[in-house]
């Protein structure tokens, strides 16, 4: 089914439903950043425990997004690992 053949209220919702992902997304990419800061101090002073759980969460926090339609005009839903998204992803350092 295409987005034309859609009823509008339908395509208002998925319109509605598409923005709310967004929003969530932006608010779940914040939080990461923030458990990224959090990490990186409890590796400086020494906290394996937590460093390790926070890298834990982080890697297996899931990021939907819906950046296009398919030939159907269908949303096509991608998921990509979020700690992909952060520059230097999460490592438990051992050595101290």
């Known amino acids: 089914m295409t987005n034309q053949t859609l009823p509008q209220n339908q395509n208002t919702r998925k319109a509605e439903a598409e923005k709310l992902l967004e929003h969530a997304n932006k608010q779940l990419g914040e939080a990461l950043k923030a458990y990224q800061q959090a990490l990186d101090i409890y590796q400086d002073i020494g906290d394996k425990g937590v460093a390790t759980l926070i890298s834990y969460l982080i890697s297996q926090t899931i990021i ?3 950046p296009s339609t ?14 992909g998204i952060i520059a230097n992803p999460p490592i438990v350092d051992d050595s101290q």
């Open 64 to 66: 939907p997004n819906v």
């Open 70 to 83: 398919d030939k159907s005009g269908d949303s096509k839903i991608h998921l990509s690992v979020a700690s």
